[in-house]
């Protein structure tokens, strides 16, 4: 039977009956809320994995009181979150009478401070209101601390020294050194590349002695990650002061948190099937149940498009809302008190589901939702029955959780259904489908050298100080935490090299024949070029029988030369772009005009990635930009297209092989056969950054393998100027590379170097 039953018992939370006086102005609080305040007085890092929708975020503000006069930071995963937050911390430091002043810091706000002000680039601003924040807010004189309240991407580049090199070396700085309080807000959305980030933080707060000066850390989440709760371990030993709490074991003063949810587990089917299936199910409901609540979250935002449009044509309309991550921010309150809200992933943190006429009862009595892994399950399952606070608290609530087919393959049929939560947790946790893959091998492997950037930067402007010896140091602590082999001098060296690049992609022609000698990292970049395009004179120059300099003679007086340095210095940095951005994707988003709101409930422009267009809708272009003009009658599949001078040099020279490629555009196709698209040119970047492969007998497995854990790789024919044709697959992202790379199959870098996995 592929359905199965089983209901989940009623949780519930412990309540604390007498607040230490420090808090009494919470009035009411939870035991965990109130153990992370008081842990964190003796810890540099505090974890708080208590369930959704019981308060983490107020613990976590708790933790303000320990450094009352001094400037924090909360990095909250979303910018919908960023605003909720910002509200619900300017509320807390008024109760506690704290004198923070608290700030939204998402790219939008910042770029809303005034540039006649604190500057208009928007490293420089954020630079300008840390040093000074009267600056641009005057309330602040007299010396109030700063609560800035930003997203995981701001902190990522400011910490990473990624913004504009005029500011990169005074944010990062005052990123590092300004916050006393630091709290990471549902750290488990995190992918392993995003953990990186936020482990180096925690890494150098030890090494740079941050916690002998008070600083604490907050963790806040429902779902850890084992193997982030494994390096936070390592870090534990290696003399950080860690506390944890979960709740589970406080059993005093129990208040209901959440009702008995009566769970459905059904395997999802096809597309069509499925929403054939969840439109039945939420006409059902609305017809049988017209007083209750009810949530859809998908993750196919197309899927999810569709049921709304079959609602809409059966009358519905007015009962549903949609709350996507293109739903403008002035659309989500009057979507979120429809009776069925119809979400994507945007709803799985801090969106509470509240109404402006709150029921006594549980504000949503029933969820259908599908899930990726557990991780996700738990936050999903965490949204229905939510019941803390509410007079009413015993009527169930009903839930069904589309799982993948892999599911019953590994044995979910087996179930305990009379087992409740913990036999669900225990089967949920044993099934490989439902983990989150990539993880431990992101930090053991060539992506290590993301560390190595900041470290780098670092290195620089500590040279000749007597901290310097902190960056091996900290480079130490990161490698037992995180793992790999491979020492700092090695990783500096080919940091260098991508720095030399970078700074040689963007300079002229001129400048790299007259002042190359000028360009930070140029050497390295020189020595990597030649070991790539000319081996053998380079094994010349290593056997000392030929000296460096003649090379770089030819580079200043053979503008061919030059020119061929600075498309290798492109190819090289473009093929590491994605390892220094913090999230990924194979395109930048662009704006599109939704007319018939196929995307939006209400008409107007937002957002898109090209990829989610290129697949699901027709699409033309007018004075408005790109319009969309219907849905895609059939799902477009895609494939890419390459170009090359000789396919027997290209199979010989660029397979398996980390690169950026000319030449490669991207095609839409149905049944395997090409369909011209309008404007596809102008959703093709000039190079294409990934790696390609030849599927054969012996890594097909592989292959099928990643597709099963949803790493996409698409087909890409590869022609020359002879007319001769060959296809392969061709992975993109970052993920898919470290993923074929930890399923065995060897891969170079562009320089010929070995891509490392451990």
Known sequence: MDNLKIQLEPACISACRQLPSQLEFMEQALQHQVDIYAASEDNDIVIDTAPTGTGKTQAGLNVLLHNPQRN??????????????????????????????????????????????????????????LREPATIFPECGGGRPLLLVTNP?????????????????????????????????????Y????????????????????FQHNRKIVLLTATPEPACEEALNVLGKNGVRIYRT??????????????????????????????????????????????????????????????????????????????????????????????????????????????????????????????????????????????????????????????PDRAWEEGIAQLDCNGGRNSLTEMLASLDCMKRPFLEIYWRSEAFLEIAKPLLELEILLEKLPEASLVSQLYQTLQIVLGGKRDWSSYRQRMKVLQGAENVAKSTIKQIQKEWKYIKGGQN?????????????????????????????????????????KEYATILKTSYAPLFKFRESLFENIKIYDPHNFLLDEVGETNLDPIHLLRYFEFDSDERGIVLTDRATETYGLKFALQVPDLEEFANNYLCKLYAFKNCTIERTIDNCVRPTALISQLSPPLMPGVIVKEHRKNSWAILKLRKQGVECYSITVTDIFGAEKEYKFFPSLSGILAIASAGIALKCPDNQEFWVI
């Open 246 to 403: 979960d709740s589970k074991n406080q059993i005093k003063n129990l208040l209901p948190s959440q009702t008995q949810v009566n769970l459905e587990i059904r395997k999802q089917p096809e597309k069509d099937q499925l929403i054939t299936e969840i439109v039945a199910e939420v006409v059902r409901r609305l017809r049988e149940f017209p007083d209750e609540n009810g949530a859809v979250i998908l993750d196919g935002k197309d899927t999810l498009g569709r049921i709304s449009d079959r609602l809409r044509d059966r009358g519905f309309a007015d009962f549903c809302g949609r709350i996507t991550g293109d739903t403008p921010k002035e659309e989500r309150p009057q979507a979120a008190q429809k009776q069925v809200i119809l979400a994507t992933s945007t709803v799985d943190v801090g969106f509470n589901f509240e109404r402006d006429n709150p029921p006594p009862r549980q504000n949503l009595d029933w969820l259908i939702f599908s899930t990726r892994d557990r991780f996700a399950f738990w936050q999903r399952i965490g949204r229905v029955g939510r019941v803390l606070g509410k007079t009413q608290t015993d009527i169930a609530s009903g839930a069904i959780a589309y799982l």
């Open 525 to 565: 970049c020189v020595i990597s070029f030649m070991q790539a395009n000319y081996p053998e004179d380079w094994e010349e120059i290593r056997s000392g029988r030929s000296a460096i300099e003649s090379i770089e003679e030819k580079i200043c007086k053979h503008q061919k030369v030059a020119e061929e340095f």
């Open 191 to 210: 992918n392993a590349k995003q953990l990186v980030s936020l482990f180096f933080y925690l890494a150098l707060s030890k090494e740079f002695g941050y």
């Open 153 to 189: 991407d701001i902190f990522y580049y400011a910490t990473f020294f990624a913004y504009n090199k005029l500011d990169r070396d005074n944010i990062a700085s005052e990123f590092y050194s300004s916050f006393s309080t630091v709290i990471f807000d549902e750290f488990h959305l």
């Open 72 to 129: 924090a930071i909360y990095i909250a995963p979303t910018n919908a979150l960023i605003d909720q937050q910002t509200k619900t911390a300017q509320e807390f430091v008024r109760k506690a009478n704290l004198p923070h002043l608290v700030k939204a810091a998402s790219a939008k706000e910042v770029n809303l401070w005034p540039d006649d002000r604190v500057g208009k680039r928007s490293g420089e601003k954020i630079y300008n209101v």
